[in-house]
């Protein structure tokens, strides 16, 4: 059998202002078209009933025209979630290696986002040093930034 890694998937309150938060900070990439889907097969396929959404597919940097994507989607209805925390079961963070974590953390701040943690670093045998931090995207989604040298 052959698998290949396609998406991410983010369900946002505002989904054309996160898109844009994504774009802009990180340099992802709409890839058209935009979605504006319902319908009995999305109910079936979701387990949502009256399933309804609109949204978006992000080109993540890095990997080219044919890479895996972002996709940040609203549905009609959301259902809130808890504060972010970076010890939660399930998904919990997106991660980008940058060249320079204080600057892309300041990029995000200056964009919306918040502080989860603080920039640290630490060697990691066979790998070498990691600088890394944690913080939110303006809807509470965890981001790593991680530098290696």
């Not at 992000?58 to 010890?87: C, D, F």
């Not at 919990?92 to 600057?103: K, L, P, S």
């Not at 070498?128 to 290696?148: C, H, K, M, R, S």
Request: proline share 7%; net charge negative; hydrophobic share 35%.
């Amino acid at each position: 059998m052959k698998i290949k890694y396609k998406h991410t998937n983010i369900i946002a309150r505002d989904w054309q202002a996160l898109a844009a938060f994504y774009e802009k900070v990180f340099g992802c990439v709409r890839v058209p078209p935009e979605r504006h889907l319902e319908g009995a097969w999305l109910d079936r396929g979701t387990g949502v009933p009256g399933a309804r959404f609109s949204g978006v597919h992000l080109r993540l940097p890095g990997h080219g025209e044919n890479g895996p994507t972002l996709e940040i989607y609203q549905y009609g209805k959301n259902e809130p979630k808890p504060p972010p925390a970076a010890n939660r079961e399930g998904f919990g963070h997106i991660a980008f290696e940058v060249e320079d974590v204080e600057q892309a953390t300041a990029a995000v701040l200056r964009h919306g986002g918040s502080k989860v943690g603080e920039i640290s670093s630490s060697p990691v045998e066979g790998v070498g040093l990691l600088t890394f931090v944690y913080l939110a995207d303006p809807e509470g989604n965890i981001i790593e930034l991680q530098a290696w040298k």
